[in-house]
């Protein structure tokens, strides 16, 4: 998935190598923090699902955005996973990212206390 989005990334011409280590470590470091950075040759499905979500977002984070659009959080089954990526989130935000995250009920989101201040926007269906 990495060396893939790299590839979309760079001109038509450039040819892309395979993912070294060192290079997940570089693209994945700044968004999985203090957590293990999947080696290259891990299979996507062999993440657990906050691990895979911050995938995601290092993937979007290697074109530089100036805004990181998240959307869907609460895929995030489990409790901890949603805390985990929450913090994350937050650290992106600190490190200058904004962040915006949609959800479908923020209440049941812990975004309390990690600088992050939600806000409620309702748009009736016409």
């Known amino acids: 998935a990495v060396r893939e989005r790299l590839a979309w990334l760079a001109p038509w011409w450039r040819f892309v190598p ?32 906050a691990e895979q979500f911050l995938l995601r977002v290092s993937l979007a984070m290697l074109s530089h955005p ?4 998240v959307d869907d959080i609460e895929q995030l089954q489990g409790s ?13 935000a600190a490190a200058g990212t904004a962040v915006v995250v949609g959800a ?9 206390g990690s600088g992050i201040e939600p806000s409620t926007v309702l748009m009736e269906a016409h």
Do not use: Y
Not at 66 to 69: E, I
Not at 104 to 112: D, I, K, M
């Open 18 to 49: 395979r993912v070294s280590d060192r290079q997940m470590a570089r693209i994945c470091g700044p968004v999985f923090g203090q957590l293990e950075v999947p080696s290259a040759g891990t299979v996507i499905w062999d993440l657990g699902e």
């Open 80 to 92: 901890s996973a949603r805390a985990l990526v929450q913090e994350r989130l937050a650290a992106l």
């Open 104 to 112: 479908a009920s923020l209440p049941t989101l812990p975004w309390s």
């Open 66 to 69: 100036a805004v990181l659009f």
